[in-house]
Every structure is written in C-alpha cells, then in structure tokens.
C-alpha cells in the first residue's frame, strides 16, 4: 500500500483535472470543437480497447488458465461490470430526458451525443428556461459523479496488479484514457450551468469536483485487487467489463453521433495499435 499516495494522485489528475479540463473548454469554446472531440473519443476507444483485450482480461484469467470455473468466474464478471456501467448510464439518459426537454416530438431521442445533452443546436430557446437548464446541469454532475466510480474502480483494480510500476504500467494508460474521456464529460456539465446563469469560474470549479468519486472508486479497487489472487481477478475482470461498455457504449457512439465521418474510424485503429504497442512495452 505504498503507493497508494501515487496511485490517489494520478487518479486526481484522470478525474479531477480531465474533468475539469472539459469544463473549462465548455465555457470558452462553442460547438466547432465537436470534431477535434470526436476524433479524441474514437482515439481513446482504441486505446482502451486494447489494454482490456491484450492486457486486463489477459492478467485476470492467467493464474488458472485450466480450470473452468475459474475461467467462468472471469466471465461472469467481466459482464457484471458491463451490467454495472450500463445501468448507471441508463440512469443518466433517465434523469436527462426529466431534466432537458426537447423542441418538439421530431427532436431526436439521443443523449450520449454531446450535442444533444448541452442542446447546443437550439442553445437559444432553452435560455427562455434558465432554471430547467441550470438542473439539467446539476443533474449531469450528480450522474457524472456516480459514473466516475466504476472508472476509478477500473485505474485502481489495474494498478493492483503490479503496484511498484506507477508510471510505465497499464493503470497509467488507463488513467490517461480515462481523462481524456472525461473532457466531454465535463463539457456535458459546464455548458448548461453557464447558460443557466452560473459563473463560469464556479461552473469549471463544480465541473472538476465531480471527478472526485473517481479517486474512492480507485482506492476501492486497489483494495479489491491486493487482497489476494482470486481478488486481483474479480477486480480486473469487473474493471474489463466497465470499460468494454464504455468504449462500445460510450466513447464509440459519441464520436460517430458528433462527426459523421470516416476518420474516427481510422483514429480507432491507430489507437488500438497504439495501446497493443505500449502492452507490450
């Protein structure tokens, strides 16, 4: 447990700063920056997806490679932890579609596209309701937060695994992944705060602090993950899981939905290229 200052202050950064990072870019950018974002999301997706795939389920599955049960164990949680992520974001779309109501009945029924969730197309007739705005940006600080449990689970569970590497492991790569997607997270909080009359130093503030779950989230998964080897398997297949549902969920779809266009495709690629390299670093 030496480490585990390190592993807290890396965590911060992923959760804290990339979250707050997205906050400030939302109330000083408009809506042009949706391809750079989208190209990010689709990069980090390839990263993700291979540290998961060639890394994560690898290490959680090799102490008994020979026995079924164990390998159904793995399994069995790796889909728990889909499961988990899934029904936290469904909680999300739920409160959103309470909190943000569309123009009218053709309106499209899509809130994991940024756009969508900050309704930055028609930005102008929801400032007619300050209010309603100003808790649809509450209320995705509140989802934002819970959501970034699982994900700190996820830096921590990976990290206990080989907790004397801080920096050239994959709980670093993780990390980075999981800041940068985070940036339109915290631009999906910002946005409607600001335009529902906050500050914009208060809205960026607010916007960092509900990163901070993710910090607990990786102190619960180191913890998992050192108390033994059947422990360190069930965190890192739970941690596979979470994230398998955030790329095919999550990152995958926002940046098809923000730019429709061929290049996220090949940013997928060379992120998941990139993450098989730095596997095997």
Same mark, same amino acid.
């Given at each position: 447990? %030496?480490?585990? !200052?390190?592993?807290?202050?890396?965590?911060? /950064?992923? $959760?804290?700063i990339?979250?707050?990072? !997205?906050?400030?870019?939302?109330?000083?950018?408009?809506r042009?920056?949706?391809?750079?974002?989208?190209?990010l999301?689709?990069f980090? !997706?390839?990263?993700?997806?291979?540290?998961v795939?060639?890394?994560?389920l690898? %290490?959680?599955?090799?102490?008994?490679?020979?026995?079924?049960?164990?390998?159904a164990?793995?399994?069995?949680?790796?889909?728990?932890?889909?499961?988990?992520?899934?029904?936290i974001?469904?909680?999300?779309?739920r =409160?959103l579609?309470?909190?943000?109501p569309?123009?009218?009945e053709?309106?499209?029924?899509?809130?994991?596209?940024?756009? +969508?969730?900050?309704?930055?197309?028609?930005? %102008? =007739?929801?400032?007619?309701?300050?209010?309603?705005?100003?808790?649809?940006?509450?209320v *995705?600080? &509140?989802?934002?937060?819970? =959501?970034?449990?699982? +994900?700190?689970?996820?830096?921590?569970?990976?990290?206990?695994?080989?907790?004397?590497?801080?920096?050239?492991s994959? $709980?670093?790569?993780?990390?980075?992944v999981?800041?940068?997607? @985070?940036?339109?997270?915290? *631009?999906?909080?910002s946005?409607?705060?600001?335009?529902?009359?906050?500050?914009r130093?208060?809205?960026?503030l607010?916007?960092?602090?509900? !990163?901070?779950?993710?910090?607990?989230?990786?102190?619960?998964?180191f913890?998992?993950g050192?108390? @033994?080897? &059947?422990?360190?398997?069930?965190?890192?297949?739970?941690?596979?899981?979470? #994230?398998?549902?955030?790329?095919f969920g999550?990152?995958?779809p %926002?940046? /098809?939905?923000m730019?429709?266009?061929?290049l996220?495709?090949? #940013?997928?690629?060379?992120?998941?290229m990139l993450?098989?390299?730095?596997?095997?670093?």
């Amino acid at each position: 447990m %030496e480490n585990i !200052g390190w592993i807290i202050l890396v965590t911060f /950064i992923a $959760g804290v700063i990339g979250t707050g990072i !997205g906050g400030l870019i939302g109330v000083l950018t408009k809506r042009d920056s949706k391809k750079i974002v989208s190209l990010l999301l689709s990069f980090a !997706g390839g990263v993700m997806l291979a540290v998961v795939c060639f890394d994560l389920l690898h %290490e959680a599955i090799q102490p008994h490679t020979d026995k079924a049960w164990f390998i159904a164990l793995v399994i069995g949680c790796t889909v728990l932890g889909y499961l988990i992520v899934f029904g936290i974001n469904k909680l999300i779309d739920r =409160h959103l579609k309470k909190e943000v109501p569309h123009t009218s009945e053709d309106h499209p029924d899509v809130h994991d596209d940024l756009g +969508e969730i900050i309704h930055a197309d028609h930005l %102008e =007739h929801h400032r007619k309701s300050d209010n309603r705005l100003f808790m649809a940006g509450l209320v *995705m600080a &509140i989802v934002i937060a819970l =959501h970034n449990l699982p +994900e700190g689970m996820v830096i921590g569970a990976t990290y206990a695994k080989n907790p004397s590497k801080i920096v050239a492991s994959s $709980g670093m790569i993780i990390a980075i992944v999981i800041g940068l997607h @985070n940036i339109p997270e915290g *631009m999906a909080v910002s946005v409607p705060l600001v335009s529902g009359g906050m500050k914009r130093w208060k809205a960026v503030l607010f916007t960092a602090l509900s !990163g901070l779950p993710t910090i607990i989230g990786a102190v619960i998964g180191f913890a998992v993950g050192g108390i @033994n080897e &059947i422990g360190l398997s069930v965190s890192l297949a739970l941690a596979s899981g979470a #994230m398998l549902y955030v790329v095919f969920g999550e990152l995958l779809p %926002e940046s /098809i939905l923000m730019w429709k266009s061929k290049l996220p495709a090949f #940013m997928i690629l060379i992120g998941l290229m990139l993450g098989f390299a730095l596997v095997l670093i």
